[in-house]
């Protein structure tokens, strides 16, 4: 968990893993550089699973980063310092890990939005197409995975997948869980998908978030979406046509949200970017047929939009 002047919201985060039922776990807490009034309430917390650390300003990946540094679990996770975790969610990650094995577990969510009223979380219609499906081949699993989310929240990941890959998250970059996504499920070998939402997912209402604005931080995306491709590009798994298709269809409808909310004058900036970006990529990657996984029923959509931008 990471943290960045997070003040009173942060307690119950902790408090939502510090109370999981399943109580081998230890939670490391990133102070990313906060202020006085979060760094008291840190203090208060007593409990030796916890264990802090500090470290300058340096942004929401560093500080993950840093944490996966210093991990010791056999299974790695991460919470927003705004989210919760279900009293149960360990117990159950736990049960399905001890049952199958697998390296890469991926659960579902719950969103509060506006209203504060909980719903489905985004990537909930590709949790129903791979119950559906029931793929029982690695690579269909790995492909309906990629269609998920990607976020950071939603994944038990053994700390084996991440050494093998070198993975972090890429500093200085918005937009950074789709890169850590992709390379996660690159190079897991099992995946299981948890039908249980143990995790909420909320929408703050007086501090803005990333997906809350539409300022110059939407053009991250290009360059990460870039870095993605290129290294799954140079993994065994961009083989797989299913997979391949899955990871267009993720970045193309993050790369056209931002196109659409980004301010009028920095749209024709955003489109020449993203032009050369599409340009450069692998033409492999702007062919999705009709067996990739595509929950939302947006491949032709979005082609076409890609269609467009290299127009």
């Not at 999981?20 to 202020?35: A, K, N, R, Y």
């Not at 030796?48 to 929401?60: I, M």
């Not at 991926?106 to 029931?134: K, P, Q």
Request: one cysteine or more; hydrophobic letters at 40%; a negative charge.
């Amino acid at each position: 968990m990471t943290t960045f002047d997070d003040r009173d919201i942060l307690v119950q985060s902790v408090e939502s893993v510090l109370n999981q039922t399943h109580e081998d776990l230890e939670l490391l807490l990133v102070d990313d550089g906060s202020g006085p009034e979060t760094k008291a309430l840190i203090a208060g917390f007593d409990d030796p699973r916890l264990k802090l650390l500090q470290q300058a300003n340096d942004g929401l990946s560093s500080a993950r980063n840093r944490g996966l540094h210093h991990a010791s679990g056999d299974y790695i996770c991460f919470l927003d310092a705004d989210d919760t975790r279900a009293p149960w969610a360990f117990a159950e990650a736990a049960r399905i890990i001890e049952e199958t094995g697998t390296e890469l577990l991926i659960v579902r969510g719950v969103y509060s939005g506006e209203r504060t009223r909980l719903e489905v979380f985004l990537d909930e219609s590709a949790m129903e197409g791979y119950e559906a499906e029931a793929p029982e081949d690695l690579a269909d699993r790995k492909a309906w995975a990629m269609s998920c989310e990607p976020q950071s929240a939603n994944k038990f990941i053994h700390r084996d997948v991440i050494a093998r890959g070198a993975l972090r998250f890429p500093n200085d970059h918005f937009f950074e869980d789709i890169l850590f996504h992709t390379m996660v499920i690159a190079h897991a070998r099992s995946v299981e998908i948890c039908a249980a939402r143990s995790f909420t997912y909320f929408q703050r209402q007086l501090r803005l978030q990333l997906t809350a604005t539409s300022g110059t931080a939407r053009f991250d995306i290009i360059g990460t979406a870039r870095v993605t491709f290129q290294l799954f590009e140079q993994h065994p798994e961009f083989n797989n046509p299913r997979q391949r298709g899955a990871l267009a269809i993720g970045a193309l409808r993050l790369l056209r949200w931002c196109d659409e909310s980004i301010p009028a004058f920095h749209r024709f900036a955003y489109r020449m970017a993203l032009r050369q970006t599409l340009r450069q990529i692998n033409p492999l990657f702007l062919v999705i047929d009709e067996t990739v996984p595509d929950p939302r029923n947006e491949r032709h959509a979005l082609m076409q939009y890609a269609r467009e931008v290299l127009q």
